[in-house]
């Protein structure tokens, strides 16, 4: 494993200190000095890989003239934290050396990305500053979450701890709505609103899938909960087009007898149980929980097996005109004709299915049979009614519905 990046902290603020400290601690070896002078002195002592000023009253140009003049120290990457009112100096500091400015308030998401792209950029074996966070939210990446997690649960054996998922609701179907930069902004303020709310506290986060973060903390106070409370107050007063809600799960563990990875699927499996409705929700997993979700992964691995194989059929429910009794159209409706359990019921697969995106792979499916169906009836001269087939939300939201309707009609009906 590499070792850790060290970054210097020049801040006069104590509050900026023990901000930025609590931001970077874990992954970089962090030093703090209160002014120029200090810094200076630390600099000639320990090997630094990057530094952050942050000190109000320092000249931030003398700072860096003063560097630039130690041959050693020329090359080393200074990110710069200022005011908007000092804007009228950043020409003249980026012609000193200074290699990013970032503008107050900072996000940690920012600050995070800022130093891993220096430190990149600055050369070296720097592999390990760049994999172990996410590109987008600057967060863990699920493999680091895991590493960290798991060290972090040998020091505390024995204590009670929670695996905490976090996750968008909707998130899929606002991405298509808004398009992908709204959504990537979102995943960002749901990320810079955790370190706000975390970076205090002894726990670890990161992302877990697409929509999704996890969060493993020790049980000492009811962190579900009041991170409920925290994102209801904050979704609602982001100015962003998409305001958002989010499930939160939790996972109570008595001692780390599981891997990491399974906890926070079981966490995500109760956040996820409360997807459907439109406002922020907590669930703590249970072991009824366990036993749904081994039926729902049951369910999801027969499913495309079962549409190889035909066990999926498509039976018409008439519709007549009551007062001549004449037929007048159809509805299409889907069953499971499963070969050792028989006929499987829909509300025992399609809630599933639209939980997990499989009802837009089912329902193109069931389009695709009713259209051979009336291809069949016309070929026989048989007369032909309107039959009606469902629509999940999911199929409207999903980009290009109408050029996937057409391309089943071409393949139909205008082929020999």
Not at 97 to 111: D, F, K, T
Not at 379 to 397: C, H
Request: charged share 25%; net charge neutral; aromatic share 8%.
């Amino acid at each position: 494993m590499s070792k850790m990046k060290a970054v210097l902290i020049v801040a006069d603020q104590k509050p900026n200190r023990i901000l930025l400290k609590h931001i970077l601690a874990g992954d970089y070896l962090v030093l703090e000095a209160i002014n120029a002078q200090e810094a200076f002195v630390l600099l000639a002592q320990e090997k630094v890989d990057v530094i952050v000023l942050d000190d109000i009253k320092i000249d931030k140009v003398e700072f860096m003239r003063l560097k630039n003049e130690k041959s050693t120290l020329k090359s080393l990457p200074v990110l710069v934290i200022a005011s908007f009112d000092e804007k009228v100096a950043d020409k003249k500091r980026v012609a000193l050396g200074v290699s990013e400015i970032l503008y107050r308030p900072i996000e940690p998401v920012e600050l995070r990305q800022c130093l891993a792209r220096l430190l990149l950029l600055s050369g070296g074996n720097n592999v390990q500053v760049s994999n172990d966070h996410d590109t987008l939210t600057g967060v863990y990446t699920m493999q680091t979450f895991v590493r960290k997690t798991t060290v972090f649960l040998q020091e505390k054996q024995g204590v009670p701890f929670d695996i905490v998922c976090l996750s968008l609701k909707r998130f899929n179907l606002l991405n298509d709505l808004l398009g992908s930069e709204a959504g990537n902004n979102l995943l960002c303020f749901i990320a810079n609103q955790l370190y706000y709310f975390l970076h205090t506290q002894k726990v670890l986060f990161g992302r877990l899938d697409n929509e999704s973060f996890v969060v493993c903390a020790v049980r000492s106070s009811d962190i579900g909960a009041k991170l409920l409370q925290f994102f209801i107050q904050k979704l609602n007063e982001n100015e962003a087009a998409i305001k958002g809600s989010v499930a939160i799960g939790v996972y109570h563990a008595e001692k780390a007898d599981l891997p990491i990875e399974i906890m926070a699927e079981r966490a995500h499996f109760a956040a996820c149980k409360d997807h459907n409705n439109y406002i922020s929700t907590l669930r703590i997993y249970s072991e009824t929980d366990r036993i749904g979700m081994l039926k729902e992964q049951k369910i999801l691995s027969e499913m495309h097996n079962a549409l190889k194989n035909d066990e999926f059929k498509v039976y018409y429910q008439p519709k007549f005109n009551l007062t001549n009794n004449i037929l007048i159209g159809a509805e299409a409706l889907v069953r499971w004709e499963h070969p050792t359990k028989g006929i499987i019921a829909p509300e025992k697969f399609i809630e599933i299915f639209e939980k997990n995106g499989c009802i837009t792979v089912l329902d193109e499916y069931v389009w695709e049979q009713v259209c051979i169906f009336i291809r069949i009836t016309i070929d026989q001269g048989l007369k032909t009614v309107p039959i009606s087939v469902n629509i999940s939300r999911l199929d409207i939201y999903k980009e290009g519905l109408c050029a996937r309707l057409c391309a089943l009609r071409k393949k139909i009906f205008d082929t020999g």
